[in-house]
């Protein structure tokens, strides 16, 4: 093996002759250069290797002296993994600098490589004043190339810089004197066990090397500087000192910070959380990327000390390896690869003026999916590492300490917003000039690749997870690669790859989420049939919505707590992408990613509670012992997902943003996922979970209201994917309500109204796509009369609406049924009256879509619209047959599902031949539609006697006397339809949650805005702000060690 | 020599107190420059033992004297590195500033925060 | 032979209540009128009006869903009526009642609405669509008292099926629902004024402003069939009430003194009240007759 | 004896170092500072740190002030002034 | 002004914090390593002068890094900067003419400086001084010389290759060491002699004298870099 320190003795001695030696040999320069970090790199894996395999950690002594004397490097594994980081992010750096660098004097690649040796001696040396000597070269060289930006941020930052490290490393150059003069010694492994360390002396002198470590670790408040640091440097150079720099120094902190008493550890946690939160919730009203991903940075480093701390005191010295590796290790792969990544970015598409517009990035389709995953890395998304780090920080912190989870997730919830804002943003530029792509962009496609392969290899250490969880992605990239084939063969492809999926995870599945999977396949592949009708304008809309369907699907196949969250997180983000392909859909994404982000981490907290608190991987196992806490926190989650009242902003402007084809997957499918999801939970869980107070009645009242309310909205609305929208709120209202009861009726009748609100949505969103693709606007008033033109999307919306309704004899009349009688055996008679009031308040809105949209006058510009296309009429009737067959034979569909619903439940309805029995009464589906047929063909039949004497007459052909009205429009009386509905009501109705969380996020910007401010730009404030930041730390310290 | 380190600690604040409330960056450069001087006293003077001598073997200490009569070498040593740190420091803290007043044709500290938020 | 059968005593039904329906609507016109100082039409004007447009040589159609909208409401009216059981304990007049319960009746009223509005919408005339738009609305609105009062009495008999309830209440008058839970059947009778469109509550009709409501564009046999379909919905209706709340009939003629009986009190306070905007009644609905509804629900 | 030459270089060295912060003259500021440092290096001699005094003299007081007084010749070129 | 009082403020906690490390009592015994080095010092390294030992020696990595932070101010300062115009080269040209005492006076001076400091540098392990003190004395000579004759000072590439050479000499005896003796920077790969002699100490005086180049170079290319002129 090669000794290690060879690596940095390389490395200086390179950056020594490099300036030199480049004027008489280019290339021999440049190479020994890129050499030295090759091999560095080189060196670092073999050890690396050699340490995974069982290798035995050393001891580097340069001199042949041991401590006290001499100097003492360590080198085991950590030390190999964290230098393999900054070997690889410094030759990464350096390929992407290579171009800036040919034509600017040789300072800059010497002062890079020397920051990268520097790194090295901070990651080995175990000696005070060793480390010191390390800072002091990491941070000069750091401070020299932030010239390298050329403007005088450059300069100015890096003058406060230097200000603010040079007062830190005077207070960790008096704590190590001072430490020396007491021990004797300046090693640290020394110093820790001198019996001296104890005394206030050395309390105050390992304090104050600990704060100077801090403040180098950027913590807040003491990290203005850093911010400026980040945001004036060079993008990659940017990512050298947030990555490469940053994670050597935490390295230090990690050696040094044993020297405080252990009861202090909490108090670095509270730092850690406190930088966490406040970076990323000042990061919210950036408008500066790269000062974004300052911010972001900051807020990582926080995290780093949060975590390191806290398994500090939990576990004392014994921290398990596998636990480090996956929380420090992933996170740390992720801040390097795709923080590391998204500065690049910024480097390579900044303007000649150093301007970056992040709209270019997404102009290109490879463009477009590197920043995706590069966010989606950083967000902690699976596959990527730090998702797997994310899933057992939070699980091993929920067993001991559930409020720092909520304040994790906090800072979480606040940086993955932002990030998805720029996403949003970044997606936004498709018709921007097209910016070739050279071989930085292969680079970053690297650098987001290998953090999924990464996250695959992280896979092993969770036996609790089976890849099939990841079919998904499979899906998602076979059918991103076939996009270029045409639109039809493609769309084949798409339905094959779900028929496969089908084959991959029903068999896996059991139960109602064998049932369910299946379903959502199927379904799913029905709806792509509509896309046939025409070539797709957009690349990326097809895999993401076989994305969609399968991560909704895969959530049936889970078995285990961690795939469930997994999949959860996979659903989260690919419908949060399929949104925000909508044309203005980025404002209405966020939003959607807000709510369902905030939903999951809710959930994340209850699941890792309830998998702490049981012991259990199985998501049988951990729901039924889950304590009521966490199956609060759960349900809560599925509540955020599902848009009830008070949560329901995000969901009008989410269906009516996301593009038309996109919309029937996400109101009728990823609708689905909290539903399957509350199922889950409360098949599960125990009878006795109900804890402090009737929760399962609060989510009934949560579930009737959300029914009522989303069907008074939709009854407000002018625009059809937005009533459509309500309408789905409400549908959902009524299924969380019944899921609720917990009581066999109820489950039934969830399962069935679940299935139908598949069907049935389904339908009416690619009904509408197609009349709004037909007539070009989504605004209803706009519409009229189109049942002449469109005679067959009419009958489909009809067939839509009764079943909606649950006008017999459609089968939304069973759910309907089966409803109020679960409502009324529970003895939840007041829910049953609003749900009753909801169903009624439906009519209006339903009215009002086929009135206004179908009948009344036409529009003189809708004169000439066609049908929709054939390929939407196939499926579209598919589902009316559907509809219909299950009217007629509803026993068909409903054996099943109460067979299902008996292994939780005993049985309270049975049939006696076609009749449905419930303790209340009955219902005869066969019976009547047979009865519905015949009275309805009896005046029918009347009638058509007298068909002679009918004479048909044009549409504008009305009023007694057969005038034409002049303007047709005025005769439209389809705008603000319900006003009186509104004049007596209306007051209810307000947008109260609207305002409520507008409300919300307005303080939190101003308190981000508040915040930020603390960043005043002025570095003599900055060294102020350090001195303070030390002196309360010293006081919160001193409470807890003396 | 406590002495010499209470003045070490008076110039470090004397030192600290101008690097936070002057406004010239070349009397901040000043005042930190102070500071290191402080620093350095403080070093030293931990490593003085009163009534020893220099730790270089000469006429006046032989070999097997120094343990009990030579002081301690190594905050001499590490004053060393200390020293020439602190005017490697000090010398790119100059540099920056005539740097921002090449740019900025300014010299005042509150004049170059618009970096700020 | 068991279905021709059914067949036979369903048509006698249907033809009984529609007879009936047509009737009352008659006489209480007269009474109206007399009430209003006028002479008013002879009792059998109904009869008369379906004659008459019955005899219209010709109609004009606006298209298909125009045509279906008359159907469709008397689909409903005929639908509500045959699952309702009319006198309990006769087998010709029990309808089909054993094919759904009450829930199943209450959603069939709305099926009949709901062809209804549809047809009128088609005819494009915006009077109709305005008449719709408050139909609906005050439907939503006198449904909620309603749909309180009926949970209300299926907690009260832990049973949704209407024979069963008749059933419970035929130990004597004090076991009929007005007596055994007032609070419901008063909520269910507010209600009931809003279904009859009686004044206050016939700003849906608005014969001046918006002449007939939905059925403006209708004439001939199509609008023959919407009075057609009064006369049985007005019975399918006050025989509803009549079973749930006052002890059912168990003939013919208590079936008639009884759903007359009901019938007279919308028109009594019809009389009396001037007409309600549609927003008023909305609020009015959601007013008194809720709040009774909700006591009905919580006093159990 | 060297506790009085320690007291009086002390007192030097501390009016030198807050005459630097205070003084509005720049040059005056960094001759000062070379004072500090030299008088530091007497007091390194009489804590038998020879090393140290020989390099406080010559970086400590010497080149540092040389390094302040090159850096104030160009921004004084740049049009700036001595005092701050 | 509030500001100021925070500052005052700021100021008197840290004299707080910093109360109980100046207080300590001087210590009359030396501790761990001190103790070590002054008993062994001698017979591990052959150096008479501790202090040297610890810098080259003991703590060699240290002094390595030292030498990277003076070459990192020194590419910093030329970086920083650096402009991209024809008035980088103005150190060859002649602005001012130095007063003709200034120049009579360096030419007479700076031999007897440079002798000092080679014989610093070189006696560096057996009485006061070393590598970084001769070093600087050193460059100081040629300082002298730049002030007296404006664009007369070293050449640039001169400077250069001395920086580079003499730090790569440095790396290349601590590689040696570890080849030879098996440990990075053991500076026991030549015999250690008689102590007190001038060649003795192993490669101490050999690192000095990279030391000391080094260091000379590196401060003249700053005090270079900084007397660039301004146009």
């Given at each position: 093996m090669v000794n290690p320190l060879l690596m940095l003795a390389v490395a200086l001695g390179v950056g020594f002759i490099f300036a030199w030696l480049r004027p008489y040999a280019k290339t021999a320069a440049w190479t020994l250069l890129y050499g030295a970090l090759v091999f560095g790199l080189a060196v670092s894996i073999q050890w690396l290797t050699h340490f995974v395999s069982g290798g035995v950690s050393t001891t580097v002594l340069p001199g042949g002296f041991s401590p006290p004397v001499g100097i003492a490097l360590g080198w085991g594994m950590k030390e190999a993994f964290i230098s393999s980081i900054v070997f690889l992010g410094g030759l990464l750096g350096s390929i992407a600098l290579f171009k800036t660098w040919r034509d600017t004097p040789s300072a800059g690649p010497v002062l890079f490589l020397l920051t990268i040796a520097g790194s090295i001696g901070l990651i080995m040396s175990r000696d005070l004043f060793n480390l010191f000597v390390f800072l002091e070269i990491t941070s000069m060289s750091t401070a020299g190339l932030l010239a390298t930006g050329r403007h005088h941020e450059g300069a100015v930052s890096g003058f406060k810089m230097?200000?603010?490290?040079?007062?830190?490393?005077?207070?960790?150059?008096?704590?190590?004197?001072?430490?020396?003069?007491?021990?004797?010694?300046?090693?640290?492994?020394?110093?820790?066990?001198?019996?001296?360390?104890?005394?206030?002396?050395?309390?105050?002198?390992?304090?104050?090397?600990?704060?100077?470590?801090?403040?180098?670790?950027?913590?807040?408040?003491?990290?203005?500087?850093?911010?400026?640091?980040?945001?004036?440097?060079?993008?990659?150079?940017?990512?050298?000192?947030?990555?490469?720099?940053?994670?050597?120094?935490?390295?230090?902190f990690y050696k040094i910070f044993p020297l405080l008493p252990p009861d202090s550890l909490l108090i670095f946690t509270s730092a850690g959380l406190m930088t966490f939160v406040s970076a990323h919730l000042a990061g919210l009203r950036q408008d500066n990327f790269q000062r974004m991903l300052a911010y972001s940075s900051v807020g990582m480093m926080g995290l780093f000390v949060t975590v390191i701390t806290w398994t500090s005191s939990v576990y004392g010295h014994n921290i398990p390896i596998r636990i480090e590796s996956i929380i420090l290790g992933g996170f740390i792969i992720t801040h390097l690869l795709a923080k590391g990544g998204l500065f690049w970015v910024v480097a390579h598409f900044k303007d000649s003026e150093g301007n970056f517009d992040i709209t270019r990035v997404g102009s290109t389709t490879l463009g477009g999916v590197i920043i995706t995953g590069l966010i989606l890395a950083l967000a902690g998304l699976p596959p990527f590492p730090s998702f797997w780090a994310k899933w057992t920080l939070i699980r091993e912190i929920a067993a001991s300490s559930l409020p720092i989870v909520f304040v994790i997730l906090l800072g979480a919830l606040f940086e993955v917003i932002n990030l998805f804002r720029w996403l949003g943003r970044a997606l936004e530029g498709e018709s921007h000039c097209a910016v070739h792509a050279p071989p930085v962009l292969s680079g970053i496609a690297l650098f987001s690749l290998g953090g999924f392969s990464i996250g695959a290899i992280f896979l092993g250490w969770f036996p609790d997870f089976n890849i099939s969880i990841l079919i998904p992605f499979s899906g998602l990239i076979a059918a991103g690669l076939v996009a270029f084939l045409p639109n039809r063969i493609q769309i084949s492809i798409s339905i094959l790859i779900l028929g496969l999926a089908g084959f991959a995870l029903v068999p896996g599945a059991s139960g109602i989420g064998q049932a369910y999977t299946a379903i959502i396949l199927g379904s799913g592949a029905l709806m792509l049939l509509t896309k046939m009708e025409a070539a797709n304008k957009d690349k990326w809309q097809l895999p993401l919505i076989v994305g969609t369907v399968l991560t909704v699907a895969v959530l049936g196949a889970v078995h285990t707590a961690l795939e469930f969250w997994t999949s959860w997180e996979m659903m989260t983000a690919v419908s949060a992408l399929l949104i925000v392909r909508g044309k203005n859909a980025k404002k209405s994404a966020l939003m959607y990613w807000t709510f369902s982000m905030a939903g999951a981490f809710l959930l994340l907290a209850g699941l890792a509670l309830a998998v702490s608190a049981t012991g259990q991987t199985d998501l049988s196992k951990v729901f039924a012992g889950a304590p009521s806490l966490s199956i609060i926190l759960i349900s809560l989650g599925f509540l955020f997902k599902a848009g009830v009242l008070g949560v329901h902003i995000w969901v009008p402007d989410a269906y009516a943003e996301s593009e038309d084809d996109s919309t029937p997957y996400i109101a009728a499918l990823v609708s689905k996922a909290p539903i399957i999801g509350l199922i889950l939970v409360f098949y599960y869980a125990a009878d006795a979970f109900i804890g402090p107070f009737e929760w399962r009645v609060l989510i009934g009242w949560i579930g009737v209201l959300t029914a009522f309310f989303g069907a008074l909205f939709a009854s407000f609305q002018e625009d059809v994917k937005k009533l459509l929208a309500y309408s789905s709120m409400g549908q959902i209202g009524y299924i969380i309500a019944v899921i609720a009861l917990g009581s066999y009726t109820g489950w039934v009748a969830a399962l069935y109204l679940a299935l139908h609100h598949i069907l049935y949505k389904g339908l009416l969103f690619i009904t509408i796509a197609g009349v709004i693709s037909r007539t070009q606007t989504s605004l209803m008033y706009k519409m009229g009369g189109l049942i002449k033109r469109m005679p067959l999307s009419f009958v489909a919306v009809l067939m839509s609406i009764i079943a909606i309704s649950g006008v017999p004899p459609l089968p939304g009349f069973g759910g309907k049924w089966m409803m109020y009688s679960a409502f009324i055996e529970a003895g939840w008679t007041l829910q049953a009256g609003v749900a009753f009031f909801a169903s009624g308040v439906a009519f209006l809105y339903l009215y009002r879509l086929i009135h206004t949209v179908f009948l009344g006058m036409p529009k003189n510009e809708h004169i000439n619209v066609k049908e929709s296309s054939i390929w939407r009429l196939v499926p579209m009737y598919i589902i009316i047959a559907m509809i219909m067959g299950i009217a007629t034979m509803p026993k068909l569909l409903l054996e099943p599902i109460m067979n299902l619903v008996q292994?939780?439940?005993?049985?309270?309805?049975?049939?006696?031949?076609?009749?449905?029995?419930?303790?209340?009464?009955?219902?005869?589906?066969?019976?009547?539609?047979?009865?519905?047929?015949?009275?309805?063909?009896?005046?029918?039949?009347?009638?058509?006697?007298?068909?002679?004497?009918?004479?048909?007459?044009?549409?504008?052909?009305?009023?007694?006397?057969?005038?034409?009205?002049?303007?047709?429009?005025t005769t439209h009386v389809a705008h603000n339809f319900f006003a009186h509905y509104r004049r007596a009501i209306g007051v209810i109705a307000l947008p109260r949650a609207t305002a409520f969380w507008r409300g919300v996020a307005e303080w939190t910007d101003t308190l981000g805005d508040w915040v930020r401010q603390w960043a005043t730009g002025n570095g003599q404030t900055y060294a102020v702000q350090v001195l303070l930041f030390v002196s309360v730390l010293y006081f919160f310290m001193r409470q807890t060690a003396l | 020599m406590t002495l010499v380190s209470i003045l070490g600690f008076v110039l470090i604040a004397v030192g600290l107190w101008g690097m936070l409330t002057r406004r010239n960056l070349i009397k901040i450069i000043v005042g930190f420059s102070i500071m290191d001087t402080g620093v350095h006293l403080v070093i030293v003077s931990l490593g003085f033992i009163k009534g020893r001598t220099a730790p270089i073997i000469n006429k006046a200490l032989s070999a097997g004297d120094a343990p009990s009569r030579a002081v301690d070498p190594i905050p001499s040593a590490l004053v060393l590195t200390a020293i020439v740190i602190g005017l490697a420091v000090t010398a790119l803290l100059l540099s920056f500033a005539v740097r921002i007043y090449r740019e900025k044709r300014t010299l005042n500290i509150d004049d170059i925060s618009e970096l700020k938020w | 032979m068991y279905i021709a059968t059914k067949a036979f005593y369903l048509f006698v039904s249907i033809i009984v209540a529609l007879v009936w329906g047509l009737t009352v609507n008659g006489i209480v016109r007269k009474i109206v009128a007399r009430v209003h100082g006028r002479i008013g039409p002879p009792v059998w004007q109904p009869f008369i009006d379906i004659i008459k447009s019955n005899a219209k040589r010709s109609m004009i159609a606006h298209g298909v869903m125009f045509y279906f909208g008359p159907v469709f409401r008397f689909a409903g009216g005929l639908g509500t009526y045959v699952f309702i059981p009319a006198v309990f304990g006769s087998v010709v007049f029990e309808n089909l009642?054993?094919?759904?319960?009450?829930?199943?009746?209450?959603?069939?009223?709305?099926?009949?609405?709901?062809?209804?509005?549809?047809?009128?919408?088609?005819?494009?005339?915006?009077?109709?669509?305005?008449?719709?738009?408050?139909?609906?609305?005050?439907?939503?609105?006198?449904?909620?008292?309603?749909?309180?009062?009926?949970?209300?009495?299926?907690?009260?008999?832990?049973?949704?099926?209407?024979?069963?309830?008749?059933?419970?209440?035929?130990?004597?008058?004090?076991?009929?629902?007005?007596?055994?839970?007032?609070?419901?059947?008063?909520a269910a009778l507010f209600a009931l004024l809003g279904m009859n469109m009686h004044s206050p509550f016939d700003i849906v009709i608005a014969p001046q402003e918006i002449p007939l409501g939905p059925p403006t564009e209708y004439q001939g046999s199509l609008l023959g069939m919407l009075h057609t379909n009064r006369g049985i919905f007005v019975s399918a209706k006050l025989i509803l009430f009549m079973n749930l709340y006052f002890g059912g009939a168990?003939?013919?003629?208590?079936?008639?003194?009884?759903?007359?009986?009901?019938?007279?009190?919308?028109?009594?306070?019809?009389?009396?009240?001037?007409?309600?905007?549609?927003?008023?009644?909305?609020?009015?609905?959601?007013?008194?007759?809720?709040?009774?509804?909700?006591?009905?629900?919580?006093?159990? | 004896m060297i506790i009085f030459l320690l007291i009086f270089l002390g007192i030097i060295m501390l009016v030198a170092a807050i005459f630097a912060v205070m003084t509005k003259e720049l040059i005056a500021a960094i001759l000062a500072t070379g004072l500090i440092g030299l008088m530091a290096s007497v007091i390194f001699i009489v804590l038998a740190a020879p090393d140290v005094a020989m390099t406080e003299a010559a970086i400590g007081s010497g080149l540092t002030m040389v390094v302040f007084l090159l850096a104030l010749r160009r921004i004084r070129q740049l049009g700036g002034s001595d005092n701050d | 002004m509030i500001?100021?009082?925070?500052?005052?403020?700021?100021?008197?906690?840290?004299?707080?914090?910093?109360?109980?490390?100046?207080?300590?009592?001087?210590?009359?015994?030396?501790?761990?390593?001190?103790?070590?080095?002054?008993?062994?010092?001698?017979?591990?390294?052959?150096?008479?002068?501790?202090?040297?030992?610890?810098?080259?020696?003991?703590?060699?990595?240290?002094?390595?890094?030292?030498?990277?932070?003076?070459?990192?101010?020194?590419?910093?300062?030329?970086?920083?900067?650096?402009?991209?115009?024809?008035?980088?080269?103005?150190?060859?040209?002649?602005?001012?003419?130095?007063?003709?005492?200034?120049?009579?006076?360096?030419?007479?001076?700076?031999?007897?400086?440079?002798?000092?400091?080679i014989f610093i540098i070189f006696h560096g392990h057996i009485s006061p001084g070393g590598g970084f003190q001769g070093g600087v004395i050193l460059a100081m000579a040629f300082l002298l010389i730049m002030l007296a004759f404006p664009g007369k000072a070293l050449p640039e590439g001169f400077r250069h290759a001395m920086e580079s050479l003499s730090g790569l000499a440095y790396v290349g005896i601590a590689i040696a060491g570890l080849a030879i003796a098996g440990d990075f920077l053991n500076t026991r790969i030549l015999p250690t002699g008689q102590t007190g002699s001038l060649i003795s100490a192993g490669a101490i005086p050999l690192i000095s004298v990279a030391i000391g180049i080094k260091v000379g170079a590196e401060m003249v290319t700053i005090l270079a870099h900084l007397r660039k002129e301004e146009a």
């Amino acid at each position: 093996m090669v000794n290690p320190l060879l690596m940095l003795a390389v490395a200086l001695g390179v950056g020594f002759i490099f300036a030199w030696l480049r004027p008489y040999a280019k290339t021999a320069a440049w190479t020994l250069l890129y050499g030295a970090l090759v091999f560095g790199l080189a060196v670092s894996i073999q050890w690396l290797t050699h340490f995974v395999s069982g290798g035995v950690s050393t001891t580097v002594l340069p001199g042949g002296f041991s401590p006290p004397v001499g100097i003492a490097l360590g080198w085991g594994m950590k030390e190999a993994f964290i230098s393999s980081i900054v070997f690889l992010g410094g030759l990464l750096g350096s390929i992407a600098l290579f171009k800036t660098w040919r034509d600017t004097p040789s300072a800059g690649p010497v002062l890079f490589l020397l920051t990268i040796a520097g790194s090295i001696g901070l990651i080995m040396s175990r000696d005070l004043f060793n480390l010191f000597v390390f800072l002091e070269i990491t941070s000069m060289s750091t401070a020299g190339l932030l010239a390298t930006g050329r403007h005088h941020e450059g300069a100015v930052s890096g003058f406060k810089m230097m200000l603010v490290t040079g007062l830190a490393s005077v207070l960790f150059l008096i704590g190590t004197v001072y430490l020396y003069r007491i021990t004797g010694t300046l090693a640290i492994d020394q110093i820790l066990v001198s019996p001296a360390l104890a005394g206030t002396a050395g309390f105050t002198a390992s304090f104050l090397i600990i704060a100077a470590i801090l403040v180098e670790l950027k913590i807040w408040p003491a990290n203005g500087w850093a911010l400026d640091v980040l945001t004036s440097a060079h993008p990659v150079i940017a990512a050298l000192i947030s990555t490469v720099h940053s994670v050597a120094i935490l390295f230090v902190f990690y050696k040094i910070f044993p020297l405080l008493p252990p009861d202090s550890l909490l108090i670095f946690t509270s730092a850690g959380l406190m930088t966490f939160v406040s970076a990323h919730l000042a990061g919210l009203r950036q408008d500066n990327f790269q000062r974004m991903l300052a911010y972001s940075s900051v807020g990582m480093m926080g995290l780093f000390v949060t975590v390191i701390t806290w398994t500090s005191s939990v576990y004392g010295h014994n921290i398990p390896i596998r636990i480090e590796s996956i929380i420090l290790g992933g996170f740390i792969i992720t801040h390097l690869l795709a923080k590391g990544g998204l500065f690049w970015v910024v480097a390579h598409f900044k303007d000649s003026e150093g301007n970056f517009d992040i709209t270019r990035v997404g102009s290109t389709t490879l463009g477009g999916v590197i920043i995706t995953g590069l966010i989606l890395a950083l967000a902690g998304l699976p596959p990527f590492p730090s998702f797997w780090a994310k899933w057992t920080l939070i699980r091993e912190i929920a067993a001991s300490s559930l409020p720092i989870v909520f304040v994790i997730l906090l800072g979480a919830l606040f940086e993955v917003i932002n990030l998805f804002r720029w996403l949003g943003r970044a997606l936004e530029g498709e018709s921007h000039c097209a910016v070739h792509a050279p071989p930085v962009l292969s680079g970053i496609a690297l650098f987001s690749l290998g953090g999924f392969s990464i996250g695959a290899i992280f896979l092993g250490w969770f036996p609790d997870f089976n890849i099939s969880i990841l079919i998904p992605f499979s899906g998602l990239i076979a059918a991103g690669l076939v996009a270029f084939l045409p639109n039809r063969i493609q769309i084949s492809i798409s339905i094959l790859i779900l028929g496969l999926a089908g084959f991959a995870l029903v068999p896996g599945a059991s139960g109602i989420g064998q049932a369910y999977t299946a379903i959502i396949l199927g379904s799913g592949a029905l709806m792509l049939l509509t896309k046939m009708e025409a070539a797709n304008k957009d690349k990326w809309q097809l895999p993401l919505i076989v994305g969609t369907v399968l991560t909704v699907a895969v959530l049936g196949a889970v078995h285990t707590a961690l795939e469930f969250w997994t999949s959860w997180e996979m659903m989260t983000a690919v419908s949060a992408l399929l949104i925000v392909r909508g044309k203005n859909a980025k404002k209405s994404a966020l939003m959607y990613w807000t709510f369902s982000m905030a939903g999951a981490f809710l959930l994340l907290a209850g699941l890792a509670l309830a998998v702490s608190a049981t012991g259990q991987t199985d998501l049988s196992k951990v729901f039924a012992g889950a304590p009521s806490l966490s199956i609060i926190l759960i349900s809560l989650g599925f509540l955020f997902k599902a848009g009830v009242l008070g949560v329901h902003i995000w969901v009008p402007d989410a269906y009516a943003e996301s593009e038309d084809d996109s919309t029937p997957y996400i109101a009728a499918l990823v609708s689905k996922a909290p539903i399957i999801g509350l199922i889950l939970v409360f098949y599960y869980a125990a009878d006795a979970f109900i804890g402090p107070f009737e929760w399962r009645v609060l989510i009934g009242w949560i579930g009737v209201l959300t029914a009522f309310f989303g069907a008074l909205f939709a009854s407000f609305q002018e625009d059809v994917k937005k009533l459509l929208a309500y309408s789905s709120m409400g549908q959902i209202g009524y299924i969380i309500a019944v899921i609720a009861l917990g009581s066999y009726t109820g489950w039934v009748a969830a399962l069935y109204l679940a299935l139908h609100h598949i069907l049935y949505k389904g339908l009416l969103f690619i009904t509408i796509a197609g009349v709004i693709s037909r007539t070009q606007t989504s605004l209803m008033y706009k519409m009229g009369g189109l049942i002449k033109r469109m005679p067959l999307s009419f009958v489909a919306v009809l067939m839509s609406i009764i079943a909606i309704s649950g006008v017999p004899p459609l089968p939304g009349f069973g759910g309907k049924w089966m409803m109020y009688s679960a409502f009324i055996e529970a003895g939840w008679t007041l829910q049953a009256g609003v749900a009753f009031f909801a169903s009624g308040v439906a009519f209006l809105y339903l009215y009002r879509l086929i009135h206004t949209v179908f009948l009344g006058m036409p529009k003189n510009e809708h004169i000439n619209v066609k049908e929709s296309s054939i390929w939407r009429l196939v499926p579209m009737y598919i589902i009316i047959a559907m509809i219909m067959g299950i009217a007629t034979m509803p026993k068909l569909l409903l054996e099943p599902i109460m067979n299902l619903v008996q292994t939780r439940f005993p049985a309270t309805m049975h049939w006696e031949a076609a009749n449905l029995i419930s303790s209340l009464g009955s219902w005869n589906g066969n019976a009547i539609m047979m009865v519905t047929m015949g009275v309805f063909m009896l005046p029918l039949i009347l009638l058509l006697f007298r068909v002679r004497g009918v004479k048909r007459v044009k549409p504008f052909n009305i009023v007694y006397a057969a005038e034409k009205p002049e303007r047709p429009e005025t005769t439209h009386v389809a705008h603000n339809f319900f006003a009186h509905y509104r004049r007596a009501i209306g007051v209810i109705a307000l947008p109260r949650a609207t305002a409520f969380w507008r409300g919300v996020a307005e303080w939190t910007d101003t308190l981000g805005d508040w915040v930020r401010q603390w960043a005043t730009g002025n570095g003599q404030t900055y060294a102020v702000q350090v001195l303070l930041f030390v002196s309360v730390l010293y006081f919160f310290m001193r409470q807890t060690a003396l | 020599m406590t002495l010499v380190s209470i003045l070490g600690f008076v110039l470090i604040a004397v030192g600290l107190w101008g690097m936070l409330t002057r406004r010239n960056l070349i009397k901040i450069i000043v005042g930190f420059s102070i500071m290191d001087t402080g620093v350095h006293l403080v070093i030293v003077s931990l490593g003085f033992i009163k009534g020893r001598t220099a730790p270089i073997i000469n006429k006046a200490l032989s070999a097997g004297d120094a343990p009990s009569r030579a002081v301690d070498p190594i905050p001499s040593a590490l004053v060393l590195t200390a020293i020439v740190i602190g005017l490697a420091v000090t010398a790119l803290l100059l540099s920056f500033a005539v740097r921002i007043y090449r740019e900025k044709r300014t010299l005042n500290i509150d004049d170059i925060s618009e970096l700020k938020w | 032979m068991y279905i021709a059968t059914k067949a036979f005593y369903l048509f006698v039904s249907i033809i009984v209540a529609l007879v009936w329906g047509l009737t009352v609507n008659g006489i209480v016109r007269k009474i109206v009128a007399r009430v209003h100082g006028r002479i008013g039409p002879p009792v059998w004007q109904p009869f008369i009006d379906i004659i008459k447009s019955n005899a219209k040589r010709s109609m004009i159609a606006h298209g298909v869903m125009f045509y279906f909208g008359p159907v469709f409401r008397f689909a409903g009216g005929l639908g509500t009526y045959v699952f309702i059981p009319a006198v309990f304990g006769s087998v010709v007049f029990e309808n089909l009642s054993f094919s759904g319960d009450l829930l199943l009746v209450m959603y069939f009223i709305f099926f009949g609405q709901l062809g209804m509005a549809l047809g009128a919408g088609e005819g494009g005339h915006p009077a109709s669509a305005i008449a719709v738009g408050r139909g609906l609305a005050q439907m939503t609105a006198f449904e909620l008292p309603f749909a309180l009062s009926i949970i209300s009495l299926a907690t009260q008999y832990n049973t949704l099926s209407i024979t069963d309830i008749v059933a419970a209440q035929q130990a004597g008058v004090m076991s009929w629902t007005v007596f055994t839970n007032p609070l419901a059947t008063f909520a269910a009778l507010f209600a009931l004024l809003g279904m009859n469109m009686h004044s206050p509550f016939d700003i849906v009709i608005a014969p001046q402003e918006i002449p007939l409501g939905p059925p403006t564009e209708y004439q001939g046999s199509l609008l023959g069939m919407l009075h057609t379909n009064r006369g049985i919905f007005v019975s399918a209706k006050l025989i509803l009430f009549m079973n749930l709340y006052f002890g059912g009939a168990l003939n013919l003629p208590i079936l008639m003194v009884k759903t007359f009986a009901i019938y007279m009190l919308s028109v009594v306070v019809g009389v009396a009240f001037p007409r309600f905007r549609a927003d008023q009644s909305i609020r009015f609905f959601l007013g008194v007759p809720t709040v009774l509804g909700i006591l009905a629900l919580l006093i159990q | 004896m060297i506790i009085f030459l320690l007291i009086f270089l002390g007192i030097i060295m501390l009016v030198a170092a807050i005459f630097a912060v205070m003084t509005k003259e720049l040059i005056a500021a960094i001759l000062a500072t070379g004072l500090i440092g030299l008088m530091a290096s007497v007091i390194f001699i009489v804590l038998a740190a020879p090393d140290v005094a020989m390099t406080e003299a010559a970086i400590g007081s010497g080149l540092t002030m040389v390094v302040f007084l090159l850096a104030l010749r160009r921004i004084r070129q740049l049009g700036g002034s001595d005092n701050d | 002004m509030i500001k100021r009082s925070l500052i005052v403020l700021l100021l008197i906690v840290t004299a707080y914090i910093l109360y109980p490390l100046a207080i300590l009592p001087p210590q009359d015994n030396l501790g761990n390593a001190a103790a070590a080095i002054t008993a062994d010092g001698v017979t591990d390294l052959g150096a008479a002068n501790l202090v040297t030992s610890v810098i080259v020696s003991y703590r060699g990595l240290d002094t390595l890094g030292e030498v990277t932070v003076l070459f990192l101010a020194t590419a910093g300062v030329g970086f920083v900067l650096f402009r991209k115009r024809k008035s980088d080269t103005a150190d060859t040209e002649v602005p001012r003419q130095a007063s003709e005492f200034l120049q009579t006076g360096a030419i007479f001076l700076w031999p007897y400086i440079v002798i000092l400091g080679i014989f610093i540098i070189f006696h560096g392990h057996i009485s006061p001084g070393g590598g970084f003190q001769g070093g600087v004395i050193l460059a100081m000579a040629f300082l002298l010389i730049m002030l007296a004759f404006p664009g007369k000072a070293l050449p640039e590439g001169f400077r250069h290759a001395m920086e580079s050479l003499s730090g790569l000499a440095y790396v290349g005896i601590a590689i040696a060491g570890l080849a030879i003796a098996g440990d990075f920077l053991n500076t026991r790969i030549l015999p250690t002699g008689q102590t007190g002699s001038l060649i003795s100490a192993g490669a101490i005086p050999l690192i000095s004298v990279a030391i000391g180049i080094k260091v000379g170079a590196e401060m003249v290319t700053i005090l270079a870099h900084l007397r660039k002129e301004e146009a």
